[in-house]
């Protein structure tokens, strides 16, 4: 089972930071990759970042990349997201997810190809 805890999230002014965390509790599996998505009122739920355990490759969306900066400590199985220069439009609800070692297919951008996720935490940016 496992099990993640996203921490982090609030309300900030645009231009502001804010970092997330997410921590995973895994007892049966192994990591293989690590993502954040959000998702806005109305909206569909789009992929932000992502982080392969093995190596920390990075990946981003393009909306993201140069602003938001994910990383890892894999001793603590911890994920970590820092937004920087934040904007309106990045207000969502944040979610961590877990993609395990051995599953087969997995594209880093595609939810569906996750396997565990978090509850979420909820990110507004005032103007």
């Known amino acids: 089972q496992v099990q993640l805890v996203e921490s982090g999230g609030g309300l900030v002014q645009a231009g502001d930071s804010l970092s997330l965390s997410c921590a995973a509790s895994?007892?049966?599996?192994?990591?293989?990759?690590m993502g954040w998505f959000r998702q806005a009122p109305g909206k569909e739920r789009e992929f932000v970042a992502a982080i392969r355990w093995s190596g920390r490759n990075t990946y981003y969306a393009d909306s993201v990349k140069g602003r938001f900066t994910i990383s890892s400590d894999n001793a603590k199985n911890t994920m970590y997201l820092q937004m920087n220069s934040l904007k309106p439009e990045d207000t969502a609800v944040y979610y961590c997810?877990?993609?395990?070692?051995?599953?087969?297919?997995?594209?880093?951008?595609?939810?569906?190809?996750?396997?565990?996720w978090g509850q979420g935490t909820q990110v507004t940016i005032s103007l």
């Open positions: 997810a877990v993609a395990r070692a051995g599953r087969g297919y997995f594209t880093y951008t595609n939810s569906a190809t996750y396997d565990y």
């Open positions: 895994v007892r049966t599996i192994s990591i293989y990759a």
